[in-house]
């Protein structure tokens, strides 16, 4: 009988440590209709639909959701998740067309691509599709070292193109020195 006990206060044990899983949203759901693979993340505090991309299937994800409607890149960049953590780029889409006169709310999602900071550290741009996303991403590769291939302009924004190191990422060490030009 105490054998009984201990084996249901274990399973329950179990129960509440396992986080239950994310419901799948509006855009999840059709993504998953179409055959695209992702991943359902939590949503933000807003309610914002986030979803989680493998680096391949970035490019034909935003492409389908681009014809799908969400025809406008808001914003793109990118974040650390820690040392010896994850990067992430990010790119929150939003489906303007008819959508205010509708429902009064925006059409909103937000897709994550995690990449290991040991690995590959590229993604293909989306520049293509949304042309927007040009400075945003040179400002994504300038911080944290992320690369988009197929980007037409592959260089530094903000900092000098002999900075060495990514500034944003939460192991960057910062130079003792660096030497400024002179701009007279």
């Known amino acids: 009988m105490q054998e009984e006990t201990q084996k249901t206060e274990d399973n329950n044990k179990d129960e509440q440590i396992a986080e239950p899983l994310p419901e799948s949203g509006p855009v999840s759901k059709w993504l998953s209709e179409n055959g695209y693979k992702h991943k359902v993340l939590e ?22 959701l681009k014809k799908e409607g969400f025809d406008y890149l808001q914003c793109q960049g990118g974040y650390d998740e820690g040392p010896g953590e994850n990067l992430v780029s990010f790119y929150h889409l939003i489906s303007i067309e008819n959508q205010l006169q509708e429902t009064g709310k925006l059409k909103e999602v937000r897709l994550k691509v995690f990449l290991a900071r040991d690995g590959d550290l590229t993604v293909k741009s989306l520049y293509k599709l949304f042309q927007g996303a040009d400075w945003q991403e040179r400002e994504t590769f300038d911080m944290f070292g992320i690369n988009f291939e197929g980007h037409p302009h592959p260089k530094r924004l903000l900092m000098p193109e002999d900075w060495k190191g990514w500034p944003l990422r939460k192991d960057y060490v910062q130079p003792d020195f660096y030497e400024m030009q002179d701009a007279y």
Do not use: F, N, T
């Open 43 to 64: 949503p933000d505090h807003l309610g914002v639909e986030m979803i989680g991309i493998e680096p391949m299937y970035l490019y034909s994800v935003a492409s389908a």
